[in-house]
C-alpha cells in the first residue's frame, strides 16, 4: 500500500466515548499532520510532530491527544467530544524541511466525524 | 504570519472553456506555494508547487500556475476544463517550515 492511509473513513460517536483515529504513511517521510477541515472555514492545523516529537499543538482542546509512536503511524485520540468537533480530519505527512526536503505535504483521504 | 485569500468561492465554467482560480498572500519572507485539488469524500491532491527557479509552473491534469512575487499571487489556470475538473481546489503558502496556510477553497463547477 502506498500513500498515506487513514482508518476510519467515517466515524459516528457519542460525546462520552472514546475512539481515536489511525493514520500511516509509507512514503519515508519524518513529518506528520493532523488537520480539521470544517465547511467554508480554512484547514486548521491541529498538531505537527517531526521525527516523533511534537513541534506544534495550535490551541488544540485537551479532548484531543496526538500520539506519534513512529515516524510512520500517527494517532489522534478523541474524548468528550462536543458536536461542533463534527469535521473531516486529514492526516498529512511531509519530508521534513530543515532536512533537506521541500515540505511538500502528501494527504490522507481523512476520518469524517459526525458528534452525537 | 502568513496569509492566503482565495477571492472566488464558487466558480461556475461550461466545459472545455478556460478558468482562472485566483489566489493571493501576504507575506514578509520568501515562501513556497502550492495547489491542491480535493474531490468529493477525498484528501487533498497536490495539483502543483513553486519552490524556486521559473515563475511558470506546471501540474497535473493540465493546469498551470503563475508566480508574481510583484502581486503576491499564485492564480491557477487551465486552458480547457473537462467535467472531471469539478472539485475544491485550495490554494496553500508555507514559510518554508512546517508551517502551511491554506485559503478557504474554490469551488470550481464544469457545467456540460
Known amino acids: 500500500e502506498t500513500g498515506v492511509t487513514q482508518t476510519p473513513r467515517h466515524l459516528v460517536m457519542g460525546m462520552t466515548n472514546k475512539k481515536s483515529l489511525k493514520c500511516e504513511q509509507h512514503?519515508?517521510?519524518?513529518?506528520m499532520y493532523w488537520y480539521k477541515q470544517s465547511a467554508k472555514k480554512p484547514l486548521e492545523l491541529m498538531f505537527v510532530?517531526?521525527?516523533?516529537?511534537?513541534?506544534e499543538n495550535n490551541s488544540v482542546p485537551s479532548r484531543f491527544s496526538p500520539e506519534c509512536p513512529n515516524s510512520s503511524h500517527l494517532f489522534l485520540h478523541l474524548h468528550t467530544l462536543q458536536p461542533e468537533d463534527s469535521a473531516l480530519y486529514l492526516c498529512?505527512?511531509?519530508?521534513?524541511?530543515?532536512?533537506?526536503?521541500?515540505?511538500?505535504?502528501?494527504f490522507g483521504p481523512g476520518t469524517r466525524l459526525t458528534v452525537l | 504570519a502568513q496569509s492566503v485569500t482565495q477571492l472566488d468561492s464558487q466558480v461556475p465554467v461550461f466545459e472545455e472553456a478556460p478558468v482562472e482560480l485566483r489566489c493571493n498572500y501576504s507575506?514578509?519572507?520568501?515562501?513556497?506555494l502550492f495547489w491542491y485539488v480535493q474531490y468529493p469524500n477525498q484528501g487533498l491532491q497536490l495539483l502543483l508547487k513553486?519552490?524556486?527557479?521559473?515563475?511558470l509552473v506546471k501540474g497535473i491534469n493540465g493546469f498551470e500556475a503563475e508566480f508574481n512575487k510583484s502581486q503576491t499571487s499564485f492564480h491557477l489556470r487551465k486552458p480547457s476544463v473537462h467535467i472531471s475538473d469539478t472539485a475544491e481546489y485550495f490554494c496553500?503558502?508555507?514559510?518554508?517550515?512546517?508551517?502551511?496556510?491554506f485559503g478557504t477553497g474554490t469551488s470550481l463547477t464544469v457545467i456540460p
Open positions: 498529512a505527512s511531509s519530508q521534513d524541511p530543515g532536512s533537506g526536503g521541500a515540505g511538500t505535504q502528501y
Open positions: 512514503l519515508g517521510h519524518n513529518a
Open positions: 510532530y517531526n521525527f516523533k516529537e511534537q513541534t
Open positions: 507575506s514578509s519572507v520568501s515562501v513556497y
Open positions: 513553486y519552490l524556486s527557479g521559473s515563475t
Open positions: 496553500a503558502v508555507s514559510d518554508r517550515g512546517n508551517q502551511f496556510y
